[in-house]
């Protein structure tokens, strides 16, 4: 419609039973709409529903493993850290430490490099192994470039 004044803007509002509704306040000069206000919001808010639905969440999954764990039953819980990982999920693996196990951290550390090992090039470590009181945790994420592999 052209630069109104604001009382211009507010008659013709008026005169169509519709509100004035400022857009960009700090444009020059300030741009305004003359719309229906319960509609815009009803509309803006149905919107942000459906946006909302459509995010997808991404979690933090957890596998967590003792230090005496066999190879077989550690390929069966990466095998389920692979399938979190093509989720799109992170995955924090905790190794915990029993009894004198504390005495040998080394054997922790060695764990974690192994399952590293074999997940090589198909992730990212987003936290690297660190030893925190009787576990040790590290992070991982999917790299998009690669599939993560089962083993």
Excluded: C
């Amino acid at each position: 419609m052209g630069i109104l004044s604001r009382a211009e803007a507010l008659k013709l509002a008026a005169d169509q039973e519709l509100d004035l509704v400022e857009i960009s306040p700090d444009a020059d000069p300030p741009v305004a709409k003359i719309i229906d206000w319960g509609k815009f919001s009803y509309q803006r808010t149905k919107q942000q529903q459906k946006n909302r639905r459509h995010t997808k969440v991404q979690d933090i999954k957890q596998m967590r493993s003792g230090l005496k764990i066999s190879d077989h039953d550690l390929g069966v819980k990466l095998k389920k850290v692979s399938e979190f990982l093509e989720e799109g999920h992170k995955v924090k693996i905790t190794l915990f430490y029993r009894g004198r196990e504390l005495a040998h951290k080394e054997l922790g550390f060695q764990l974690a490099d192994k399952i590293l090992e074999l997940y090589k090039g198909a992730v990212i470590v987003d936290q690297p192994p660190q030893l925190m009181g009787k576990q040790l945790s590290f992070m991982i994420r999917s790299n998009n470039n690669a599939k993560a592999k089962n083993s």
